[in-house]
């Protein structure tokens, strides 16, 4: 069962943000954003009680700040189960290969990598239906054959867009697939 804000989400905004109903179920508005208005609480206090904890509307906005948004792989109905399993795993097989290199920030800078965008850059690239892949065996051997490419282009010459230090770790490290997503598409 959907929540009223699930139904507003899947609805269209308007250019001022705010939602309207629309039955044609046209779906393609910025989900990046979403206009929330705050109204004062009937009490004098804005603290929200519970019977363990206190909440401000500080505090729960920074919450939804916090927030990140949901990956195209894991949006119900869009990857199959089996698609999001096994680039799933296997981004969590790389991770545990390469820890140095994977970081929680989505943000990360090169030549690390957030595993939940690795996923989703893998399942958007749509490498395993190209590349006819369709075991965890075989998506982890492509993705390292990627790696050693990288590896051996940037041995010739290092591209001007890639920082020596990223470069110095990615080599410390063994990792090349952080330093540019070219290889997605390949």
């Known amino acids: 069962m959907m929540t009223i804000l699930e139904e507003m989400l899947l609805e269209n905004p308007t250019k001022d943000g705010s939602v309207h109903h629309n039955n044609n179920n046209n779906n393609s508005f910025d989900l990046n954003r979403i206009l929330v208005e705050v109204f004062p609480s009937p009490n004098s206090t804005t603290a929200t009680t519970t019977a363990t904890e206190t909440f ?48 929680p920030s989505q943000n990360c800078r090169v030549p690390h990598v957030n595993i939940d965008n690795l996923r989703d850059a893998l399942f958007a690239s749509d490498v395993l239906k190209r590349h006819s892949i369709k075991s965890q065996k075989a998506l982890m051997q492509w993705m390292m054959d990627q790696n050693e490419t990288l590896k051996v282009k940037y041995e010739k010459e290092q591209p001007p867009n890639v920082s020596k230090t990223a470069y110095t770790k990615a080599v410390k490290f063994n990792f090349f697939l952080g330093l540019e997503s070219s290889w997605l598409y390949k």
Not at 80 to 90: A, G, V
Request: hydrophobic fraction near 45%.
């Open 56 to 103: 401000t509307a500080q505090d729960i906005f920074t919450e939804i700040n916090k927030a990140e948004p949901v990956k195209l792989v894991d949006m119900p109905g869009v990857a199959s189960k089996t698609h999001r399993k096994l680039i799933t795993d296997t981004a969590a097989k790389l991770n545990m290969a390469f820890p140095q290199m994977f970081k």
